[in-house]
Every structure is written in C-alpha cells, then in structure tokens.
C-alpha cells in the first residue's frame, strides 16, 4: 500500500484546510484509516481514525473542528480541520489498512509522507 499525504500549508489560526491521503495498491486498503500528527517535540498522536463500518473517532483536542471521511471511488481520504489553532502545527500523517478493535485504531506499516500544518496565532 502507498499512501500519498498532501493539502497542508500555513493559515491563520481559525482557518481551515483539508488534507487528502491518496491511496494505491491494494483494493480496499482504506477499510480503515486514521490521521496521525507529531506536533514540534512531540510525539507522534493519532487526531481521527474512521473504521470500515463508519465509527469515527477523534482525540478530545480536535472534537466538533476535525471531520474525517473517505471516497472509495477515488480511493481517498480526508481530514477537513476548521477552526484551526496554533496547537494544531505539526506534521500530518495518513495511516491505512490498520485494525480497529474496541472502537481503537492500531495503525499499521504504511503511512503516508507527512504533510505540515502551520497555523499562525
């Protein structure tokens, strides 16, 4: 599975983005997918998961301005962030084709290349 990661850039705080996960080689290897982010001297922390029955999931951070959604037909995830905030920066990371078990997602080996999100206060 190849995931490709992109839409990141620089806003001001209470813009919005959307990021993107372009995903290849495998049918179906977006089942299940979860956004990750490792903010400046942080470590990595998963900010949503979606499983292939729909249940979302999303860090008590993010709740009410991250919504987390996929297009099977263009093989593609999302992550539309509205209402950004400076504690939002980081690098974004896209996860596929993990487990979800007990309403948690355990990533697997493949992710995406990161993209930066830099929201400016």
């Known amino acids: 599975v190849q995931l490709q990661a992109s839409g990141g850039g620089l806003v001001q705080a209470g813009g919005s983005l959307r990021l993107s996960c372009l995903a290849s080689?495998?049918?179906?290897?977006?089942?299940?997918m979860g956004w990750y982010r490792r903010a400046p001297g942080k470590e990595r922390e998963l900010v949503a998961a979606?499983?292939?029955?729909?249940?979302?999931y999303y860090r008590d951070a993010v709740k009410g301005r991250f919504t987390i959604s996929r297009d099977h037909a263009r093989n593609t995830g999302y992550l539309e962030m509205t209402s950004l905030k400076p504690e939002d920066t980081g690098v974004y990371y896209c996860n596929a084709a993990g487990i979800w078990s007990g309403g948690v997602y355990y990533g697997s080996v493949y992710w995406g290349q990161g993209t930066q999100v830099t929201v400016s206060s």
């Open positions: 979606i499983s292939g029955g729909e249940v979302t």
């Open positions: 080689g495998r049918t179906g290897s977006l089942s299940a």
